[in-house]
């Protein structure tokens, strides 16, 4: 029987270090489609995956499970429309065999890139073009990806879009908005604070830790298998309301998914419907998407905002790009120009500094992070979303390039992955520069 690596026992590495990553298998030898993962009628014993039983979030099985989470998930559409579907212009090259030095200082491509970070696809866009593009194991053009993370910068997005309407005031209070959390964490926060997570509150993301927040999270949410005995809070708001303060707000960048969800509520009751919703009326129906996406939902139907959102590898390109152009795309201004010039000065560095980040490859002490995307402030103005596992939106406005990725990666963090992507991420802005 092939070594099952249990993914959520190696999915936090630490937060002052680029920690040493455990010994990988060869990602060619967990091929989703070799493997045989949920293939025939019905699939052998050993092939199913299951959510009950917990297999849907082990490795190698997720390399099959983040291009179908709604065979096992409830899930809510984000429309895409009836409209035409924009052009992506193609001119493809091959990159494969850029070369780059490693995070371990020796010579590597950027296909052995790709490899090495259990890459399911990438798109590279330069210049609105699409010049590479591969699929690898169970993913495909018309299947949504889970995004993890990478849903977080789509509802800081849609928060700094109502801002900049004049529907939410950044400067009030969550409790404003929603009063239900008064006595909580977050009831004396501001909306500000909750964007560019500047939030103390009681929550560990550590997936090592079964007692941690994170797991409370995740079974309220419906994101985790629940016991039989189980008598928790049932949906994301139950939970939200049990989070206890921890030092103070405004002072320190603390990365932690409950913030994303609190910005999802509070987003809701201002928008007046749900973001799956919001975010096709806002962004999808008007990029001329291809697909619909979906977000994964809690007992009650709430859409996961701090990463529940699945959707198309072209689809996540064109967002990308959207964004690169400041806004605009399809022929048509889709967020204002004010909003993405706000995000891309990124937020307070002493704070973000504080929260004792590692350098990433081209960021450097100038990292920050505002309305939930990562802001490099490097010579290329970079920035980007992340989702865990290694999904990406890297977007370099100075190269005019795009690239989005999905990958499933066993080691959960990104900083497994990053040290590795974001260099070869830098050789082909190089390339494509020349």
């Known amino acids: 029987m092939k070594k099952v690596i249990p993914v959520l026992a190696i999915a936090t590495l630490a937060a002052g270090a680029y920690a040493q990553a455990p010994a990988l298998p060869n990602p060619a030898a967990t091929d989703p489609v070799a493997l045989g993962w949920m293939h025939g009628s019905p699939p052998a014993a050993d092939k199913i995956i299951r959510f009950e039983d917990g297999s849907f979030y082990r490795f190698p099985q997720i390399r099959w499970t983040f291009s179908h989470i709604r065979e096992l998930r409830p899930t809510i559409n984000v429309w895409h429309g009836n409209g035409a579907v924009s052009t992506m212009p193609q001119a493809l090259l091959n990159l494969d065999a850029i070369t780059f030095v490693d995070d371990k200082g020796?010579?590597?491509?950027?296909?052995?890139?790709?490899?090495?970070t259990y890459t399911d696809s990438v798109i590279v866009m330069h210049k609105g073009r699409v010049v590479y593009e591969k699929?690898?194991?169970?993913?495909?053009?018309?299947?949504?990806?889970?995004?993890?993370?990478?849903?977080?910068s789509f509802i800081g997005l849609m928060a700094a879009m109502l801002v900049d309407e004049g529907k939410l005031d950044p400067d009030a209070l969550v409790s404003k908005y929603v009063p239900e959390v008064k006595e909580s964490a977050y009831g004396d926060a501001t909306v500000r604070q909750l964007m560019d997570m500047t939030i103390g509150v009681r929550y560990s993301e550590n997936y090592a830790d079964q007692k941690a927040e994170v797991w409370d999270y995740a079974r309220a949410g419906s994101m985790a298998p629940v016991p039989p005995t189980y008598t928790g809070p049932k949906n994301f708001y139950d939970f939200l309301g049990t989070l206890k303060k921890e030092g103070q707000h405004g002072e320190a960048f603390a990365y932690k998914t409950s913030n994303a969800e609190m910005l999802a509520w509070v987003v809701r009751r201002v928008a007046g419907k749900p973001v799956s919703d919001l975010i096709s009326e806002k962004i999808w129906r008007r990029l001329g998407t291809e697909s619909d996406a979906y977000f994964q939902v809690d007992s009650i139907g709430v859409e996961s905002g701090g990463g529940g959102m699945s959707l198309t590898l072209r689809d996540m390109a064109r967002f990308g790009e959207m964004m690169r152009l400041d806004g605009k795309f399809n022929g048509q201004q889709i967020v204002p120009k004010a909003v993405i010039e706000d995000i891309r000065k990124g937020g307070d560095q002493a704070r973000f500094a504080k929260a004792g980040y590692p350098d990433v490859p081209g960021y450097g002490k100038a990292y920050a992070y505002r309305s939930m995307w990562w802001i490099s402030n490097n010579a290329h103005g970079v920035f980007d979303a992340r989702g865990i596992h290694g999904q990406r939106i890297y977007i370099d406005p100075a190269a005019e390039m795009v690239i989005a990725k999905f990958s499933s990666h066993p080691v959960a963090s990104n900083l497994g992955n990053i040290p590795?992507?974001?260099?070869?991420?830098?050789?082909?802005?190089a390339s494509l520069s020349k």
């Open 106 to 116: 020796e010579q590597a491509t950027w296909a052995d890139m790709l490899q090495r």
């Open 135 to 152: 699929y690898f194991g169970a993913a495909a053009p018309h299947l949504q990806h889970s995004a993890f993370s990478v849903t977080k």
């Open 420 to 429: 590795l992507t974001d260099r070869a991420f830098a050789a082909i802005a």
